[in-house]
């Protein structure tokens, strides 16, 4: 099986669904939850599912982010990790991270790619006056929220709708998107699932 590190930087959400995801027969195990963030809600919620973690501070590193990184690649390799998902994780990598994770690293994003890479994802789409809306997950590459497309989840954006509503609507899809491409893409299959 695949030993999956979750990358987080906040609640930790999709982290949940993920880890609880990776039952015995599932080709991927959950080793480790990684947060920038010391704080980071995520993490408490890992150690009550049993799965270790750790915490790098991106803030001590101030711009240097090959230092950062380099500490993360370090707690990695020290777990053997064979995938990467980033699951809320709001640092953007270098491209020399991102080229060592090369076909092993997705990452979720809320939004239907390529559309609104980058963040305020929800606000950008009511702006648009876009009447659907969704989540992507993809490979990561070198570029922001780039990557091929491995699976999306849509919504309908209703009239009233808020950059909060939205974001509530979308938030169940991820969790049940996520999972689902992780499944298939550990398996070895990278067809594009689509919810
Ligand atoms: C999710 O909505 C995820 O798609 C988004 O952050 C949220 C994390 O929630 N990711 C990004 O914006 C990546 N740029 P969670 O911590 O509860 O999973």
Request: charged share 25%; with cysteine.
């Amino acid at each position: 099986h695949k030993r999956t590190a979750i990358l987080i930087s906040g609640g930790g959400s999709n982290m949940e669904a993920l880890v609880r995801s990776m039952t015995a027969d599932h080709p991927a195990r959950p080793v480790l939850v990684l947060s920038n963030d010391p704080e980071a809600g995520g993490l408490a919620k890992a150690r009550k599912l049993a799965v270790p973690t750790f915490a790098v501070d991106h803030r001590p590193y101030g711009k240097d982010r090959v230092a950062f990184e380099a500490e993360l690649s370090r707690i990695l390799a020290a777990a053997k990790i064979d995938l990467i998902c980033l699951a809320g994780f709001m640092r953007v990598l270098t491209p020399g991270f991102t080229a060592d994770w090369k076909g092993r690293m997705l990452n979720i994003h809320p939004s239907l790619l390529p559309k609104y890479k980058g963040l305020h994802t929800h606000a950008r789409a009511l702006e648009a006056g876009d009447t659907e809306h969704g989540c992507t997950v993809h490979e990561v590459t070198a570029d922001l929220d780039d990557g091929p497309i491995l699976g999306q989840a849509k919504i309908t954006i209703e009239p009233g709708d808020t950059p909060d509503s939205l974001a509530a609507r979308l938030l169940p899809l991820e969790h049940r998107l996520y999972p689902a491409v992780l499944r298939r893409f550990a398996a070895g299959d990278k067809s594009p699932v689509y919810l």
